[in-house]
Structure formats: C-alpha cells, structure tokens
C-alpha cells in the first residue's frame, strides 16, 4: 500500500522560500509523475505542478515563476520550493502520485494515491 | 487553460436520492476526466478516471459519464458518508485543471 506523507514548516514569512518534502513508502518512486496540489482556505483545489520520476517537469503558468519541483529517487522523495511567498500561498498542501491507463492508445492520467496534507501559513 | 465549470456550486439531498453532478470543459477533452471526493480536513480521493472508470474499492453507485466537454457523476443512492464535496479534474492538457466544487449537503 503506497503512502504520502507530507513534511516542512508550517509557517513560512513573506517574501522567504516554502520548502516541501513528500516522501513515497511502500513503493517506488519511478514510472510515474509525482504532483503538488494546494487548497487554500474554503477554496478549491489547485495543481501547483508535477514531476515524472526521470526529471521532467510541467507547472502552471501562474506559478511557474516561483515555483520548483525536484525528486530524490534514492530517498523516494520529491519536493516542492515556492519562492517569494506572499498571505495568497497560504494553503493546504498536498502531493500525489499521477498514474496512467492506457485504453485504445490514449495514456489517461489521474491522481489515485495522495498524501494528508500539510497546512502552511505565511504570516509575519 | 482549460477551465472546468461544475453544477450546481452545492446542493440538498437526502439519503437514498439519486444526485447528479454536471462538469463543463472549457474546450473539448475527450474522456480525460477524473472525479474526486473530499470530505472535510481530509485530502481527496479519487472516484472516476478517465470518465467513466470505477476506481477499485468506490462503491458502484458511484457512476461518470460523458465525452467532448460535457460530463455526469451520478450517484444512484445517496448514502451518509457521501455527503462531501466533488470535484471534476481534466488531463487532457498538461496543465491540469479542477472544477470549483460541489458541496453535497443533508436535506
């Protein structure tokens, strides 16, 4: 059974670096794409970005400035970094894995295995 | 973007009603489309992939439907531990998109 778990501080100040860990137990981390996800308070849910276990990142434009993915495959970790945070980062974390079917040639994605979720307050 | 509208924004219903959810794309996307439920302070769990797929484990009253850009989750029997809130999720493009919710509530 493959668990996330997310970890880093709760409270980040503005202008400073969040720095996130989720770490992969009970499988590996290759052959699939890793994401972050926030949700800030009563709001929806927003994809930060992914990473496929080799490197190769994809984020969402309106973050994609600040924003930095990597993995550890030896750890079975990966990581999110969101520079320049401001009150508006202030969220529920998660990270999942983003796994694919294959049906009729199409590769179809979706995110079967997510971690608790870590609350990060920014704040002076 | 590909922007996901979901309807209703919330809705009563009580245990045994059969609840349909409606999630519009922005552009067509297929059958790359993926349900998850939410209860509150908990993360969400995935129901429907790729439109109509039954996640292993999801009860069969669960059920999706749709293509192009108009898409259904039913579920044909409301039962207490559905109350929760949905959201629909395109992977059609590489920037993936959620719909902006669905708070099912107690009637």
């Known amino acids: 059974q493959v668990q996330l778990q997310e970890s880093g501080p709760g409270l980040v100040k503005p202008s400073e670096t969040l720095s996130l860990t989720c770490t992969v137990s009970g499988g590996s981390i290759s052959n699939y794409y890793w994401s972050w996800i926030r949700q800030s308070p009563g709001k929806g849910l927003e994809w930060i970005g992914h990473i496929y276990y080799r490197g190769s990142t994809n984020y969402n434009p309106s973050l994609k400035s600040r924003v930095t993915i990597s993995v550890d495959i030896s750890k079975n970790q990966f990581s999110l970094r969101l520079s320049s945070v401001t009150a508006a980062d202030t969220a529920v974390y998660y990270c999942?894995?983003?796994?694919?079917?294959?049906?009729?040639?199409?590769?179809?994605?979706?995110?079967?295995?997510w971690g608790k979720g870590t609350t990060v307050t920014v704040s002076s | 973007d590909i922007q996901m509208t979901q309807s209703p924004s919330s809705l009563s219903a009580s245990v045994g009603d059969r609840v349909t959810i409606t999630c519009r794309a922005g552009q067509s996307i297929s059958t790359y489309l993926n349900w998850y439920q939410q209860k509150p302070g908990k993360a969400p769990k995935l129901l429907i992939y790729?439109?109509?797929n039954l996640q292993s484990g999801v009860p069969s009253r669960f059920s999706g439907s749709g293509s192009g850009t108009d898409f259904t989750l039913t579920i044909s029997s409301l039962q207490p531990e559905d109350f929760a809130s949905y959201y629909c999720q395109q992977s059609y493009s590489t920037l993936r998109t959620f719909g902006q919710g669905t708070k099912v509530e107690i009637k």
């Open positions: 999942a894995r983003e796994r694919y079917s294959n049906y009729g040639g199409g590769y179809y994605y979706y995110m079967d295995v």
């Open positions: 790729a439109a109509s």
